[in-house]
């Protein structure tokens, strides 16, 4: 996932943007039009009410098996309101409490209009659980300008060249946007084939192409990293809009699935084209030319150049000759830290019957996981410690060439 901090505001604003802001959609239950689906946060498409998200209400449990007028029920104790005074609501993230398996909880947070909103802050000033509702709505940083006649590169078409890519053809640059490996369709008939019959391409496999290495992975849609500004939001809504479950906007931890990514990634890709973006595939970079610590353009392996002074690279981590490239060119690099770590397998059912107890199997629930850490203390230890990196259902390890005589394993 990619947020509106991997385009350089700076550069946008040098190529003569202007400030302009675009609507995100959010999933609203209107009773007067009996809809519950994605629609922009001003007018119901239903019935052409207006619907202004007002107050943000947390943690309001419910039982796992709940029918959906709980939801609404739960709201009036809450808020101490009677029926009439509840416009309308719509579930901004559902969770679930199994500390104890007997009893699961579906915890919701939940944004709530009603008639009585000032009074119901002032009611609830000093309560956490009830605040105004925040302003998700997703703003363009910058428009191009009218005539635009230079058109910035994205090198690589993963998850960050490919929002990347989106969000420059959204605010109007036509972005030329440079993979080496093969459209996703091209590129699942090259990696199933290897690993089925070991015919290996060195530019079409599970690691180059369309969509990156993520592609045929289930598809997870969380991460640690706090999100206080809702640019993830963003993300999701466009996966959404590419044909994805609008539960991913909800639901705790959501996944996609491996097969219904390849769609997805076929039609941001149309989108991109339909703003005025071109993707170009087999494509692979050999060369940037930097002059006086300024890009001024890139050279493709076949020898053709492009010139531009806007290039975003977003490589991912296994093209090596691109990183040595770099290296040559005397673009500063710095190695991250990681982490080495073992695989511990459970069969799936042993999880889910720890965490769920009798509950093992609920739809709502899915698929089980748990979370392990260690904290070392001590001076041999330097701090550091050991902790489960991801829970995986489902899954299996995979050799994951770069080379033909070159592989990493991985989930």
């Known amino acids: ?42 007018v119901c498409p239903g019935c052409s009410s207006r619907i202004l998200p007002m107050l943000r209400l947390s943690e309001v449990k419910l039982p796992l098996n709940h029918p959906e007028e709980a939801i609404a029920t739960a709201i009036y104790r809450k808020l101490r309101i009677e029926p009439k005074d509840l416009t309308r609501y719509s579930i901004f993230k559902r969770s679930y409490d199994a500390r104890k398996r007997e009893n699961i909880q579906l915890v919701y947070i939940l944004d709530v209009e009603t008639s009585q909103e000032k009074q119901l ?43 990347a ?69 963003k993300a999701l809504q466009e996966l959404v809009n590419a044909g994805a479950a609008d539960e991913i906007l909800y639901i705790n931890k959501p996944h996609i699935g491996t097969y219904r990514l390849v769609k997805i990634v076929e039609q941001i890709r149309n989108t991109i084209q339909s703003l005025g973006g071109e993707i170009r595939f087999q494509s692979r970079v050999e060369d940037l030319d930097i002059q006086d610590g300024q890009v001024e353009g890139i050279r493709l392996v076949d020898g053709e150049y492009l010139a531009s002074r806007h290039v975003i690279l977003a490589v991912g981590h296994s093209a090596r000759d691109t990183f040595e490239m770099l290296h040559q060119r005397g673009v500063y690099l710095e190695p991250k830290p990681f982490s ?51 829970c995986v259902q489902g899954d299996r390890w995979l050799l994951l060439h770069l080379k033909p005589d070159v592989s990493s394993p991985t989930a």
Request: positive net charge; contains cysteine; hydrophobic residues 35%.
């Open 1 to 42: 996932m990619v947020s509106d901090r991997a385009l350089p505001i700076a550069a946008l604003w040098d190529m003569g943007g202007t400030i302009e802001s675009s609507g995100l959609p959010t999933r609203w239950a209107c009773p007067a039009s009996s809809l519950s689906r994605m629609f922009a946060p001003n």
């Open 121 to 163: 802050l002032q009611r609830f000033k000093k309560n956490p659980q009830i605040r105004p509702t925040p302003d998700t709505t997703y703003r363009l940083v910058t428009r191009a300008p009218a005539g635009l006649s230079e058109r910035p590169i994205v090198i690589g078409n993963g998850p960050c060249g490919m929002f």
């Open 165 to 233: 890519g989106l969000l420059l053809a959204q605010m109007g640059f036509r972005p030329i946007i440079l993979e080496r490996g093969k459209a996703v369709h091209e590129r699942s008939v090259d990696t199933f084939g290897f690993w089925s019959k070991g015919k290996f391409n060195p530019e079409s496999n599970a690691q180059f192409g369309e969509g990156g290495a993520g592609t045929f992975s289930d598809g997870k849609l969380y991460s640690r990293i706090k999100d206080n500004d809702h640019r993830g939001r």
């Open 340 to 390: 080495i770590g073992f695989r511990v397998e459970h069969p799936q059912a042993t999880i889910d019957q720890c965490r769920f107890g009798e509950n093992a199997g609920h739809p709502v629930l899915g698929a089980a996981d748990y979370k392990l850490v260690y904290h070392c203390t001590g001076a041999q230890t330097q701090g550091r410690s050991v902790y489960s990196f991801v």
